[in-house]
């Protein structure tokens, strides 16, 4: 059972447009959720999070935005630049835990 | 240079034969986990330790074992690996409990033949 779902599994962007990348959870109890970026052969580097009392967190050019009662998050990566393209991992937990779930990820890429 | 050293990087080894990834940070941080890697899967944990002494198991813990007997190192025992444990396998470690993102090392990948 996926309790942490990337449905999209890459995206291709132009450079300096906006990039979207979508998460759903099923998980009702999940109260933190994070986005990791992640280059080849390197590991996954923490990139933003948010937690279920706000329904967004912005850190220059990385947005993101948590619709609860959707059980759905989304990272806004504006403007898109070639450096950003990564595998991107959203992972959710609940407070108190520290387990952590996370999605399959989504491959962006970022054309010149 | 604050950061997660995993050795070795790469390891190909036999059914059966047991072995030990190493784990160390420099960040004074409590808190460390053992994620693998696999395709389609995405990043899933193993097993966590909120201090000394102190580990939990996380999604797909069977098979390994952790110990955390000093701050700084969290070693990862595949006691009789088999090719289902083929894989990418992390290390990583937090101040927070990785509500602030965790600091993960560069990665080991594991081939068990």
């Known amino acids: 059972d996926q309790q942490v779902k990337q449905n999209s599994p890459s995206l291709s962007v132009q450079e300096g447009r906006i990039s979207i990348l979508n998460c759903d959870y099923t998980n009702s109890m999940f109260d933190y959720f994070l986005w990791y970026k992640k280059y080849p052969a390197e590991g996954p580097t923490f990139l933003i999070s948010?937690?279920?009392?706000?329904d967004k967190n912005e850190d220059g050019r990385f947005t993101v935005f948590l619709n609860k009662s959707a059980k759905h998050l989304s990272l806004h990566i504006v403007p898109s630049q070639p450096g950003d393209s990564a595998v991107y991992f959203c992972?959710?937990?609940?407070?108190?835990?520290?387990?952590?779930?996370f999605g399959t990820g989504t491959r962006l890429k970022v054309l010149a | 240079e604050a950061q997660v050293t995993q050795n070795p990087r790469y390891l190909i080894t036999v059914t059966g034969k047991k072995l030990t990834v190493t784990c160390s940070q420099n960040m004074n941080h409590e808190y460390m986990s053992w994620y693998r890697q696999d395709p389609g899967l995405g990043l899933r944990q193993i097993y966590y330790?909120?201090?000394?002494?102190?580990?939990d198991k996380g999604d797909v813990p069977e098979g390994y074992k952790v110990s955390r007997k000093e701050k700084r190192n969290f070693p990862l025992i595949l006691e009789s690996p088999s090719p289902n444990q083929t894989s990418l396998y992390f290390c990583?470690?937090?101040?927070?409990?990785?509500?602030?993102?965790?600091?993960f090392g560069s990665g080991t990948r594991l081939t068990v033949v």
């Open positions: 992972a959710a937990t609940t407070s108190g835990t520290y387990k952590y779930i």
């Open positions: 948010i937690s279920s009392i706000k």
């Open positions: 990583a470690s937090s101040l927070d409990g990785g509500y602030y993102g965790y600091t």
């Open positions: 330790s909120m201090n000394v002494e102190v580990t």
